[in-house]
Nanobody
């Protein structure tokens, strides 16, 4: 049974930093490209960042470039998103996603999400 389990969400002040992580189990992690999506209240789900199977290729949405960093550890079957300079606009549920491909375009697998709230 494949599972993607996010952790690390929470409440952070504007300008602060937060790291969310996703633990992957049930299949060979290194066969999957990974990505982080987010969905804010009343808005469509949008991609935040993606990383290739081996970790050598990363891609970011324009609205997070220079602020967020995606990384993966294929030995620990985890993918993380380090977020800094957070603003209230970053408030959303953050989802981990996976696709058995070089990069994520249409995810096969989703986590349950973790809430990130940026507020003073």
């Amino acid at each position: 049974q494949v599972q993607l389990v996010e952790s690390g969400g929470g409440l952070v002040q504007p300008g602060g930093s937060l790291r969310v992580s996703c633990a992957f189990s049930g299949r060979t992690f290194s066969n999957y490209a990974m990505a982080w999506f987010r969905q804010a209240p009343g808005k469509e789900r949008e991609i935040v960042a993606g990383i290739s199977r081996g970790g050598g290729l990363t891609k970011y949405a324009d609205f997070v470039k220079g602020r967020f960093t995606i990384s993966r550890d294929n030995a620990k079957n985890t993918v993380s998103l380090q977020m800094s300079s957070l603003t209230p606009d970053d408030t959303a549920i953050y989802y981990c996603a996976a696709e058995a491909s070089l990069v994520v375009t249409t995810p096969d697998l989703w986590g349950q999400g973790t809430q990130v709230t940026v507020s003073s």
